[in-house]
């Protein structure tokens, strides 16, 4: 258990697609996913409970501290920047920094990457399968990739920033596929 009610394989291998690396994942209007070489913490970084968090629009200033306190290479640091005068580009900085350290290294292979989350509503233990790669952007029209209803126009700036500043996305974008097929 990797924290946060999140399990992870005791390998932590990713997917490797077949050549060419495109994987359609259904119908016509299914989004076109590709891999990605995804950054990684290794064991200089610390145990894994002590590095993920939840995600940083639900984590108070005071839970941030508490994450931090923990461990100081925790993922909040990067992903919910409060240090200096310019908090995005110190992220970006410390960022640098664990790569240089080695506190972060970055997969040599592209890849896709399977996940599940496991956690209890209600009292029945329920577990959340999916695949981590980069999609394609979409025109609107096409009906491929829908944005979120209730986007707010800070967040959306805030997460721009980040980017810029790190070159990251450190918290993936759900998008939900129901597998009709079982697979």
């Not at 913490?41 to 610390?46: D, H, L, S």
């Not at 108070?60 to 640091?77: A, F, G, K, T, V």
Request: hydrophobic residues 30%; glycine residues 10%; proline residues 5%.
């Amino acid at each position: 258990d990797g924290g946060g009610g999140i399990r992870y394989n005791n390998t932590h291998q990713p997917m490797i697609p077949p050549e060419g690396g495109r994987q359609h994942m259904g119908g016509n209007n299914m989004a076109e996913m590709t891999p990605f070489g995804a950054l990684r913490f290794t064991a200089r970084a610390g145990k894994l409970d002590e590095l993920v968090c939840p995600p940083y629009d639900v984590i108070s200033d005071e839970q941030r501290r508490e994450y931090l306190e923990r461990n100081p290479h925790n993922i909040i640091r990067l992903e919910l920047p409060r240090e200096g005068d310019d908090p995005y580009a110190r992220a970006g900085e410390v960022l640098r920094e664990w790569m240089e350290q080695g506190v972060l290294v970055c997969d040599e292979q592209n890849a896709l990457y399977v996940y599940e989350e496991e956690f209890s509503h209600r009292g029945q233990r329920l577990c959340v399968s999916g695949v981590i790669g980069r999609v394609k952007l979409e025109e609107f029209t096409k009906g491929v990739v829908l944005p979120h209803e209730e986007t707010l126009s800070k967040a959306k700036t805030d997460r721009l920033n980040l980017m810029r500043a790190t070159g990251c996305n450190f918290s993936q974008i759900y998008s939900l596929y129901h597998d009709e097929g079982g697979v």
